[in-house]
């Protein structure tokens, strides 16, 4: 596609729900991040792919996430029994590899858990 | 001590000044990245520098390798570019990391 797409953009869920949010990179960009900018807080590295392995998988905050990456392409960011500490703008961003070219950033996903 | 350090945190401006925002970091690093998120906006990234200097438009970015210190500049401010500024670095293809971001806003 033309950029990256995230989805939902809004996801508003009860504490103790899980959730899924997607992330459609950039076609061919073998490089795929996600973060979380909680409220008033700095962006926060969750995971890397290259491809479709993890290297880098050292910013899940516990065990209730986790994150695939299918084909090269669409990612899956799961968390599992959500509490409130969970709720923050949830951004992929995608690059071409090897660090030679810039990061392409989705829109974000918005989680509030109630 | 946080790797990647933004000065200053928040930044008031009238239109028409010329605005600098520093960054430093302490890590070895292959490129550093400038972006711009404005209010309820995503992330949109402005620069990646290895050495020297970019212009794009009014925004030129600046970094000194040796002094791991690199600078974004605003010439001729307009309220527009009222938005957060995070200057972030990254090794390879590895993650960025990134600084707390500065605040600008410039008033008509």
């Known amino acids: 596609g033309a950029g990256v797409s995230q989805s939902p953009s809004n996801k508003v869920t009860e504490k103790g729900k899980d959730v899924e949010l997607r992330c459609d990179p950039i076609?061919?960009?073998?490089?795929l991040y996600w973060y979380r900018q909680s409220l008033g807080q700095g962006l926060e590295f969750l995971i890397y792919?290259?491809?479709?392995?993890?290297?880098?998988k050292s910013g899940l905050p516990s065990d209730r996430f986790s994150a695939e990456r299918t084909g090269g392409s669409v990612s899956t960011l799961t968390i599992q029994r959500t509490q409130q500490e969970d709720s923050a703008v949830y951004l992929c961003?995608?690059?071409?590899?090897?660090?030679?070219?810039?990061?392409?950033f989705g829109s974000g996903t918005r989680l509030t858990v109630v | 001590k946080n790797e990647v350090e933004q000065s200053p945190q928040n930044l008031t401006a009238q239109e028409g000044e010329f605005i600098t925002i520093n960054c430093s970091y302490s890590?070895?690093?292959?490129?550093l990245h400038w972006l711009q998120q404005h209010p309820g906006g995503g992330i949109v990234s402005l620069f990646m520098?290895?050495?020297g200097k970019k212009k794009h438009g009014r925004l030129i970015a600046t970094i000194n390798i040796q002094e791991k210190h690199s600078s974004l500049h605003i010439t001729a401010s307009h309220p527009r570019d009222s938005a957060v500024y995070i200057c972030?670095?990254?090794?390879?293809?590895?993650?960025?990391?990134f600084g707390k971001g500065t605040k600008l806003t410039v008033n008509p």
């Open positions: 972030a670095v990254s090794r390879g293809s590895e993650k960025l990391v």
């Open positions: 890590v070895g690093i292959s490129a």
């Open positions: 961003a995608s690059s071409s590899g090897q660090g030679l070219y810039g990061y392409t």
């Open positions: 520098l290895s050495s």
């Open positions: 076609s061919g960009h073998t490089a």
């Open positions: 792919f290259q491809g479709n392995s993890a290297p880098d």
